[in-house]
């Protein structure tokens, strides 16, 4: 007899398909690093995935038909910029259905923080390139580090932060830290040009 | 605390490890990039209708942990019984490394078992690096299973064909697996036996260089150790966990007793230069000397307490390198016991 096993990653060792699991365990052993491993098994587990048909019929006349391949019939319109696409040109987001240059478009540019993949966090940047650690160990960095902290955080002032909503208690902070730095180095330099006058 | 996305519900927040999220139809798991601070944030939605199994299982991080503190702990201890209890500097300094030491392993006690966690969906499996408790893991399934169960409604496991479809790996072919039968044991890796033997062979020196006093003895053992010392790391690696060596509790305390035995003997090498130093004959070549016959300065230059402890590091060394190499030998014992007497399964 064959049981129905459902193989799958070790959580510990990561080793591909070592933990097998049947639909009434919820436990094994790895057999990759003989450790215990434990599941929460859905029913997602043991049902095919079905992806939808490709390529569909060809459209018979009257019916609408894709915006990018004519040849076949459209299935749904994009929820983004409303063309009418097929099965194979669209993609499910959640409850939203958008066409895949729009999809492309959503998660690269980030103009909707539902699609967007990644954001880079300027303000910690910014905060950690005035910060004292780096002065601390390149004391010559802050020479360009502090002019570069205050245009990063103007030119960034508007732009989104984490996903998460935060204040710009960050960038503020890092905005004083180098203006602070950059007021030393004025006042040294000031300093350094009188002694040489009075020399 | 921080506040939620919009139209998110917080489910673990790590601070810069990254955070989990809820949202009615997915979980977005935010992921950093970091260098010191979060410089950049990676976002993953995980749709409940797609994950197909969340797994859990105990990771290496705990002991690793336990391993890391109790070593500072011990060590802080050891400088105070070296220096004695009544230099104040001493104490100070001990107290600086051995309080934060106490405090992050009572810590780690209280906080419980570490744990990893991936959730299988039907393109591949995503690691959440930031779940390293297992208090973490069971708040997660508390909050996905009902909603991965609601969202995945309308599926029936009447035809239990597992879906592996979507997954680049081949499958692995369906074996006839009998009811709670354990998979196949594996023995020990070759270079697990030579390990504890070189081990036992380098307690047996430290134990000798006591008496017998020469470089050699001393050039002798340190090459045991760092022989010992590799091939158990080549034995633990390639050979895919602790098991390979033998046992988890004998490798770990043959990795603490070679470590223990190692700064002991450094430690032990400072204090007969510094008294040799007060006693003026600090020439270099009596300080390089010294330095290289660390445990034969013992009974001369060192005072009795030192002695006692290292009479217990070598005791304690021994004791592992043969409790590894009986288990070692126990386990090779039990798998050829076990493909005698059945055919073994494999995936």
Known sequence: MTSATVWLACPACKSPKSAGFRPDTASTTCLACRKPVEALLLPRAFKPFSPPPLPSAPPALGDAVCFYDAAQKATCLCSQCGVLVSDSWSANWGNRKVCLRCLEKLRESGRDSNFESSRLMWDNICLLLSSTIFILIFPYFAIIAAPATIVLGIRTWNHPRSLVPRSRFRLIVALILASLQVLGMLVGIYFIIQALLDS | ?347
Not at chain 2, 63 to 68: E, H, M, P, Q, S
Not at chain 2, 192 to 221: R, V, Y
Not at chain 2, 232 to 237: D, E, K, R, S, V
Not at chain 2, 274 to 287: F, N
Request: aromatic letters at 6%.
């Open chain 2, 1 to 347: 605390m921080s506040k939620a996305p919009e139209g998110y519900q917080p489910l673990l927040n790590r601070g810069t490890r990254g955070s989990l999220w809820l949202a009615d139809d997915h979980l977005l798991v935010i992921e950093s990039t970091r260098f010191l601070l979060c410089l950049k944030e990676t976002y993953r939605r995980l749709d409940f209708a797609n994950i197909q199994a969340v797994l859990h299982a105990k990771s290496q991080r705990g002991t690793w942990l336990i391993a890391l503190f109790s070593t500072f702990l011990i060590s802080s201890l050891a400088i105070l019984a070296l220096a004695g209890f009544d230099s104040t500097s001493a104490r100070f300094f001990s107290g600086a490394m051995a309080l934060p030491s106490l405090v992050a392993l009572v810590a780690h006690f209280i906080k419980g078992q570490t744990c990893s966690l991936t959730i299988q969906t039907t393109v591949r499996p995503w690691q959440l690096t930031m779940v390293t408790r297992r208090s973490h893991v069971l708040q997660i399934l508390a909050a996905l299973e009902p909603r991965c169960r609601e969202a995945q409604q309308d599926i029936s496991i009447n035809s239990p064909t597992p879906d592996l479809s979507a997954t680049s790996i081949p499958l692995p072919p369906l074996v006839p697996v009998p009811d709670n039968s354990p998979p196949p044991m594996t023995g020990t890796h070759p270079a697990a036996i030579p390990a504890w033997l070189c081990l036992l062979a380098f307690a047996t020196m430290m134990g000798g260089e006591m008496i017998w006093n020469s470089i050699a003895a001393t050039l002798i053992m340190l090459g045991l150790a760092t022989l010992s010392f590799v091939l158990l790391m080549i034995a633990f690696t390639r050979g895919g966990g602790t098991l390979a060596t033998g046992g988890r509790g004998v490798f770990f305390c043959a990795l603490s007793t070679l470590g223990i035995s190692m700064l002991g003997g450094y430690a032990a090498a400072m204090t007969s230069m510094m008294q040799a130093s007060i006693r003026g004959d600090s020439s270099e070549l009596s300080s390089e000397v010294s330095m290289l016959r660390a445990l034969s300065a013992f009974p001369e230059e060192c005072p009795d307490a030192v002695s006692i402890a290292a009479m217990a590091i070598i005791a304690l060394t021994g004791l592992s390198a043969a409790a590894g190499l009986l288990a070692a030998m126990h386990r090779n014992r039990l798998v050829r016991t076990s493909r005698e007497s059945s055919t073994p399964l494999s995936p």
